[in-house]
């Protein structure tokens, strides 16, 4: 993650800056994450990011896939900016059976 983040090449919307601040107790360090993270501007979201999202949704949960509404807008907006997506989260690989996305990946990242 390092390598990708000093070369500048990471990408965020406001949706995984939520996730990634949620459930940090400790109000200090949610305060250093906040502002590390606001060295990032957020993508911006389209309304077709959320009309693409609902169909990767459909098209996932047809195979028997499921997922949440923010992985499937994180594969939309990765979509249509194409990019690769950098998480640890298994459910990705499933989506990759089915949707039309790159993941980067993780142990290259550290």
Known sequence: MRILVTQ???EIIGPIRQEL???VREH?????????LRTFPDLKIETGDYEEAATFYNRCRSKGIRGSATDFLICAVAVRHDLAIFSDDRDFLGYQKVLPIRLYPVDQGD
Not at 28 to 36: E, F, S
């Open 28 to 36: 200090a360090q949610y305060g250093r994450l906040r502002d590390l």
């Open 21 to 23: 601040l949620s459930g």
């Open 8 to 10: 500048g090449i990471v």
